[in-house]
Nanobody
Framework: VQLQACGGGLVQAGDSLRLSCAAS????????MGWFRQAPGKEREFVAA????????YYADFVKGRFTISRDNAKNTVYLQMNSLKPEDTAVYYC????????????????WGQGTLVTVSS
């Protein structure tokens, strides 16, 4: 599986962005998908995840109510809608795919995209 994330950019605090992650392969709909992020000098952290059908979503506490993960299996794409962005959301955002159950740890994911940079200015 190859993952290609895009949609990052430079925005101001309070703005919105939507990240997309396109996946190759015909089995996308069977994978759980997740978003992680890594800020400069920090470890990679879980942001959100969604089950294969899109029926269940999971979020880190610091993005609840602001970010929404969704997926379109017909387009082999997962999205991360980010609203009310804060400077502390600045990071490289990575999408990842899991063959089995999704969770909040990187070890549960089998494939990773290259990341897209989100910069939020104050």
């Amino acid at each position: 599986v190859q993952l290609q994330a895009c949609g990052g950019g430079l925005v101001q605090a309070g703005d919105s962005l939507r990240l997309s992650c396109a996946a190759s392969g015909r089995t996308f709909s069977s994978y759980g998908m997740g978003w992680f992020r890594q800020a400069p000098g920090k470890e990679r952290e879980f942001v959100a995840a969604i089950g294969w059908s899109g029926g269940r979503a999971y979020y880190a506490d610091f993005v609840k109510g602001r970010f929404t993960i969704s997926r379109d299996n017909a387009k082999n794409t997962v999205y991360l809608q980010m609203n009310s962005l804060k400077p502390e959301d600045t990071a490289v955002y990575y999408c990842a795919a899991a063959k089995y159950a999704v969770g909040g740890t990187a070890a549960e994911y089998d494939w990773w995209g290259q990341g897209t940079l989100v910069t939020v200015s104050s």
